[in-house]
């Protein structure tokens, strides 16, 4: 148990549906980030957020959508998809003042098809 | 934030101490080196990190040389458990922003 909470763990979706990942962490952290990680492939960071700003959207499709409503709750909205979306998606959080070490919760498969 | 080089993959027995290496030789003054690791389907789980001291806890120590260029990953007492990708992360200004190689495979054998 990491404090990085993540739902649902296993998602399934066709291309034309609407969905959404969620997490939320029990840390107090101010930082929170969406990776993906493809099959045999590194992780691959897509959205950064401190205190609720995003900070970062490393070139990620707008058919990922992220918000954070506040500093312990993290979506990623999830539409029109493609096959080549399946992916392990995680999130992470870290303290953005004073703390280093970022902690991954335990991840949404996601299949496209 | 630096590059780092670490073997694809490693054998340890089981009860063994399993000791990871990780080239880092551009690592500069202020960027730490982290040691997470990724059991099959799990998110990555945080190990250790350390800046120039050697650090230990209840997972592993990490041995970092002194001009920095490299370091170890010791876990003292390997156990089947243990089998996992191991990732080794030289994260500096760019706190969270960790950038992920392709690891180590480390697989603990009876």
């Known amino acids: 148990e990491t404090g990085v909470t993540q739902t649902p763990r296993h998602l399934v979706m066709g291309m034309t549906n609407k969905k959404s990942l969620k997490c939320e962490q029990h840390l107090g952290h101010n ?61 992470a959080s870290r303290q953005e003042v004073g703390g280093n070490t970022i902690y991954f919760g335990e991840g949404s498969w996601l299949t496209v098809v | 934030d630096a ?34 690791r990724q059991i099959h389907s799990q998110g990555p789980q945080y190990i250790i990190h350390g ?35 191991y990732y080794c992360i030289v994260n500096g200004a760019s706190y969270g922003k960790l950038t992920f190689g392709q690891g180590t495979i480390l697989t603990v054998h009876p």
């Open chain 2, 3 to 36: 590059k780092t080089t670490q073997p694809p993959s490693m054998d340890c027995a089981e009860g063994r101490a399993a000791n990871l290496p990780c080239n880092h030789s551009t690592i500069s003054g202020n960027e730490y080196v982290y040691w997470y």
């Open chain 2, 51 to 85: 800046l120039k001291n050697n650090e230990t806890n209840e997972m592993a120590s990490l041995i970092i040389t002194e001009d920095r260029k490299s370091s170890t990953l010791i876990l003292p007492h390997a156990t089947l458990r243990d089998t996992a990708v």
């Open chain 1, 31 to 91: 930082a929170m980030y969406w990776y993906k990680q493809s099959a045999k492939k590194p992780l691959e960071l897509m959205f950064v957020y401190n205190f609720k700003e995003q900070t970062e959207n490393n070139s990620v499709p707008s058919r990922f959508s992220p918000e954070c409503p506040n500093s312990s709750h993290l979506f990623l909205h999830l539409h029109t998809l493609q096959p080549e979306d399946s992916a392990l998606y995680l999130c």
